[in-house]
């Protein structure tokens, strides 16, 4: 049996308005461009692929199913800017053939720095889920699938069932993604490992006319899925819902490929498709998959260097939190909501200096000239908000 498991992660950050030192307001959220960039991505991606797995739902009769991940944040714009977005993911989850899984409210970095913050987070989004959707989530998605040993323990302990993380060859040696495994020293929770090779065939390499093997046809990729049967269980294809229609546009074929890819997969024996929990029902896990340090999904490397890789970030991200204990003794929700919305991971990678496979990643929704520009603007507006606090400025 090959289990073809699709995640999808959808979110967009609030991203930052060019700041100053001298600015005295307390609107740090470019509003006009956030609302510009969300509608863009909403005509582009979001509206035509829910209508194409909508559309793909019906016609299987509850064959094809999906998983999503919505952060907080980029639900938080939905429902100001394209309230018509959140909808069709209602009429999504109406289906039965959609999970929603967990995951820290505002695409954040918390678990590394506060267990108490991500625990809140985490909860704030479970009941985002079951307020919106009807549905309590039972599988765990870290940002950016941030893993490790010591994040599987504490998600157990929260209660979930599984977790997905990034199937990285250093880790897995001999092994395939294409089992279920269980952390070390951790019973009650499997793991779903990302098949990232034929991920990125679909995320990456779709379009690419140099690639030996575009055209990616659904019997080519059909093919290599049903080659999992008899070597493993499941086929996990973790996605940028922006995949579809924004990094691969729609002259590309791609919404014509998911279109069709379910009737090809399904023609060939043994095939179907799960979503994370039904394949954390369905199959045992095999083996251990030991994480003793923290990998992601993110670049060539598979580590955390994308947000961690430089002193501005590290920088940065421990000013930030160096102020967690005052905002919440403070008890102001306005000031708590933009403490957190600070954290998005999204403001750290702007800040990367890494460059040559990844660089385009990067540039990628990056409203800044350089890193640099991208460290002096959140630093001005961290400053802005330790003058709100009280706390006085203690600029880097």
Known sequence: MASVCFYFQVHQPFRLRRFSIFDRGADYFDNPDNQQLLRKVARQCYLPANAVLLELIERHGGDFKVAFSLSGLVIEQFQRFMPEVLESFRRLAETGAVEFLAETYYHSLAFLYSRPEFTEQVELHDQLMQRLFGHKPTVFRNTELIYNNTLARAVAEMGYRAVLCEGADHLLGYRAPAYLYTPPGVTGLKLLLKNYRLSDDIAFRFSDRKWPEWPLTTEKFARRVHQVNGNGYVVNLFLD???????????????????????????????????????????????????????????????????????????????????????????DEALLHDWRRLQTSDHFYYMSTKHFADEQVHKYFNPYDSPYDAFINFMNVLDNLRGRLGAGSSRP
Request: charged share 25%; net charge negative; with cysteine.
């Open 241 to 331: 819902y922006e995949t579809f229609g924004e990094h691969q546009w729609a002259d590309s074929g791609i919404f014509e490929f998911l279109r069709h890819l379910p009737e090809a997969i399904l023609a060939l024996p043994d095939n179907d498709f799960m979503t994370p929990g039904e394949c954390a029902a369905a199959y045992p896990a095999t083996e251990e998959y030991d994480v003793p340090h923290m990998i992601s999904w993110a670049d060539t490397e598979r580590d955390l260097s994308a947000w961690l890789g430089n002193a501005m970030q590290s920088n940065a991200l421990h000013e930030l939190y160096r102020l967690e204990p005052r905002i919440k003794e403070r008890g």
